[in-house]
């Protein structure tokens, strides 16, 4: 016996290897298409690269591990399925349990190990990865400003339509948003042509724009002014702008201050952030409800007015009581004290839904990291038994099945992750729900395999529906 398991554990191992390659250099191509953008364009070297698809890798093995647990057992157990290996099995005593011992202590080891890497290794290489990516944005390609796009460049953010020329220094239709004191978009410069001056050894770019307007939005104080939007307007023939570009590639890449994010934390720091964020979020709705009540008047009517101070059997509304003057007055003041509440609650329901999508999304990236190891343990008692019924092993039908099954398995997790993020499921459910639909799948495949049964018994299917052809044809027969 001790053979045999030999035998079926390096049958898995050498498949599961190689599928865990490929599909991990799929998804590695997959992520240099997706950060093409940031990675193009900013001098940077190959360590860099190198050192960036390093620290995102981790994060692709919640995708890639499950896949390839579910493809290779279906690989495995097909081919041993296709070459008759099972019924040399089956004749000499051994069931697809037993055959399944050793590979079933293997998959449980491979998810304790997919427990602790999703707890340890991820969380630090997200940390890796989105502090790489913050340095990587900062840098600056060699030519300063890019066409098609807005550049932010010091207190300007500069659009170009074409840039011509052998070093591409002449710009065509130029935008040019200059930034206030206070970070506000007041002026706006535009020009037909433009024209970049400097060299390799100078700091300074300077941008000698011609034939175009200067427009400048004038401040009000006086809110009904505001409206008419006044602003000056300039022409000018040549315009020069002085761009200091000294700091544009000086960024350090060991850079790492940026913590805030759910995926960085391991189980003990998620669970402290759920509770301290589930503390200061009833707070904060505690206390913006004492708020409201103070604001509506009600507690100090209740302290101050008793039951013998109240009007009775009055039919005339209130407002008879005054003049029309002092009428229009309050029913000013309490529609502004209504407005200025419906403004108040709108703000802080989309301040609370924000915050409760961040606590969902903490509480799901708790339940993730137990997700793994259990789902590469269910999809393994799917994958192994579905080989075994559908007897072909290969890259051909095993691939095909194997992916149908995960990208369901995977949608399930993706929408009801977005609905729990929003509160529409609990974060529990959402994130235990695709490997809880594949629980019973699994045992479901486990017992037809066992007991030597198709993938779907088309017979018990057929059978009524033949004896009612049957029927049918003698009836005729008989009538005629």
């Known amino acids: 016996m001790r053979i045999l398991d030999r035998y079926i554990l390096v049958s898995y191992l050498k498949t599961f290897l190689v599928v865990f390659i490929i599909l991990m250099f799929i998804f590695v191509l997959q992520t240099i298409w997706l950060y093409i953008g940031e990675l193009a364009g900013k001098d940077i070297d190959a ?62 080891f491979i998810s304790l190990v997919a427990f602790f890497f999703s707890n340890n290794v991820i969380p630090a290489a997200e940390f890796k990865s989105i502090n790489l990516r913050k340095n990587i944005a900062q840098l600056k390609p060699t030519m300063a400003i890019s066409e098609g796009v807005f550049n932010d460049i010091q207190d300007f953010n500069i659009k170009v339509d074409e840039k011509t020329g052998d070093n591409d220094q002449y710009l065509k239709n130029v935008i040019i948003h200059q930034k206030s004191a206070r970070s506000e978009n007041l002026t706006v410069i535009k020009a037909t042509e433009g024209e970049l001056v400097g060299s390799t050894d100078s700091e300074v770019l300077s941008l000698i724009l011609k034939d175009g307007n200067y427009y400048d939005e004038i401040p009000q104080k006086d809110p009904s002014k505001r409206d008419n939007k006044p602003f000056t307007k300039s022409y000018f023939k040549e315009y020069i702008i002085n761009i200091d570009i000294s700091n544009f590639n000086n960024v350090d890449m060991d850079d790492e201050n940026y913590r805030n994010s759910q995926n960085m934390l391991k189980i003990g720091e998620l669970s402290q952030s759920i509770d301290s964020f589930s503390t200061s979020y009833n707070q904060e709705l505690n206390k913006f409800a004492d708020v409201i009540y103070s604001r509506t008047g009600a507690s100090y009517f209740a302290s101050n007015y008793k039951a013998k101070d109240s009007i009775t059997n009055f039919d005339e509304s209130i407002l008879e009581l005054y003049d029309n003057k002092d009428a229009l007055q309050i029913v000013d003041l309490s529609l502004g004290t209504v407005n200025a509440a419906l403004s108040s609650v709108s703000i802080k329901k989309q301040e609370f839904q924000n915050s409760t999508r961040q606590l969902n999304k903490f509480e799901i990236a708790l339940h993730e990291k137990y997700v793994l190891g259990v789902a590469c343990i269910i999809l393994f008692f799917v994958g192994a038994p579905l080989g075994a019924i559908i007897r072909k092993g290969g890259m051909g039908l095993p691939m095909v099945v194997a992916i149908l099954i995960f990208l369901t398995y995977h949608f399930i997790g993706i929408f009801a992750k977005n609905s729990a993020e929003d509160g529409s499921m609990s974060p529990f459910l959402a994130s235990w729900l695709s490997t809880l639909i594949m629980l019973p799948l699994g045992i479901f495949f486990t017992y037809r395999a066992t007991t030597d049964q198709g993938l779907l018994a088309f017979g018990n299917f057929m059978a009524p529906i033949n004896k009612l052809i049957k029927k049918l044809f003698r009836s005729k027969s008989e009538t005629k």
């Open 47 to 108: 360590g860099i690269i190198l050192k960036f698809l390093l620290y995102f890798s981790p994060k692709l093995v919640p995708l890639v591990l499950p896949l390839t647990i579910l493809l290779t057992s279906i690989m495995t157990f097909g081919s041993f399925a296709e070459n008759y290996e099972f019924a040399a099995m089956k004749s000499a005593g051994i069931s697809l349990q037993r055959a399944m011992r050793s590979l079933t202590v293997f998959i449980i």
